[in-house]
């Protein structure tokens, strides 16, 4: 039987953090009247969370479907609300990326999310030391500190790949000794910028939407911040893009070492395996003529070839005229070049 997971809830205004047991999600209008812009933040949403949306907030019900299904990166405005989807990075130790839902009304910014953002941690410390003159342009301005926070989130793990990458690229280059598990390192840092990627691209595009003045997705007092937001988010993908690509190219030089490291393996497997035959064939002859002779039969004509001497003379010759014959056809080359 599995156990339900109650919705989690943190309401936080510009005085601070609002005691859970002061509110409610039929109440939460009333809650924030009068006290400025405010953040309500729900972790693990159920179906009051979807009540609450869709009849209490009256958010459109395509927005509010997205966040209890599959949600894509996207920045829609609607009659009454602005809904936005990015990719942040999740709290655990895999370092996936999760999809945050955003719900901006007037004065209320709303969170939803299904597992530990850390990003939105430093978003709560950010919306408690922000300045009235920041507050004061709006719910817009909540909304930049999100995205920031995110990207932000991103520049410290970035660091770290960047440092990975640095010492695996050591190890591959390193003459002097053999290292364990590098191509497991190398395919663990891709995976691990592949899911970079996807958070700072959705960054990337949503920030690119909410310049298009079209669109008029923010307003014109925090379009400077989305700007040097977007040049932050375009730094990002670059530094990821270039630190996937110096992975793909360490680990390609890795295989190639040891394509070219198996190749001379096989080089001299093959020398030896060449030597063992040649050794074989003119083995076999003198086997045979040895084999022969050595039969204890009275009507052996050991007289007419000189005896002993003459058998081994005869062994000789032979001998002489195979490796001739190898050497004439180059399969003595590799020993005579050396």
Not at 294 to 316: A, C, H, K, R, Y
């Amino acid at each position: 039987m599995h156990r339900r997971i109650m919705a989690e809830l943190r309401l936080q205004t510009a005085s601070g953090i609002v005691d859970s047991e002061d509110f409610s999600l039929e109440t939460i209008v009333d809650a924030i009247e009068g006290k400025g812009l405010a953040w309500l933040d729900i972790k693990n949403p159920d179906d009051s969370v979807k009540d609450f949306l869709l009849n209490i907030m009256q958010f459109d019900e395509l927005a509010v479907e997205d966040i209890f299904g599959h949600a894509d990166t996207t920045a829609m405005k609607f009659s009454n609300h602005r809904f936005v989807v990015v990719n942040a990075r999740d709290a655990d130790n895999q370092l996936d990326t999760e999809p945050v839902a955003i719900f901006l009304t007037d004065d209320l910014i709303i969170t939803v999310r299904h597992t530990s953002i850390p990003a939105l941690m430093k978003f709560r410390r950010r919306f408690k030391e922000a300045e009235e003159e920041e507050l004061a342009l709006g719910i817009d301005f909540l909304l930049y500190e999100i995205l920031d926070a995110i990207a932000d989130d991103w520049q410290p793990i970035l660091g770290r790949y960047s440092k990975t990458l640095d010492e695996l690229e050591f190890c591959v280059f390193d003459p002097q000794e053999q290292y364990d598990n590098l191509l497991e390192g190398l395919h663990g840092l891709k995976r691990q910028l592949r899911e970079a990627s996807k958070s700072i691209e959705s960054l990337h595009t949503v920030t690119l939407r909410m310049q298009n003045q079209k669109l008029k997705l923010i307003s014109t007092g925090v379009a400077i911040y989305f700007s040097d937001l977007n040049q932050l988010c375009t730094a990002l993908v670059k530094r990821a893009n270039n630190y996937s690509a110096g992975a793909t190219s360490t680990r390609d030089t890795y295989l190639s070492n040891i394509s070219m490291e198996l190749s001379q393996s096989n080089a001299q497997l093959t020398e030896v395996m060449t030597t063992l035959t040649i050794i074989g064939a003119i083995m076999l002859p003198l086997t045979l003529i040895a084999g022969i002779f050595g039969m204890n039969n009275e009507d052996l004509p050991i007289g007419q070839v000189g005896g002993f001497w003459g058998i081994i003379s005869m062994m000789t010759i032979f001998a002489v005229l195979m490796l001739t014959m190898f050497w004439r056809r180059g399969w003595l080359n590799t020993f005579t070049k050396k």
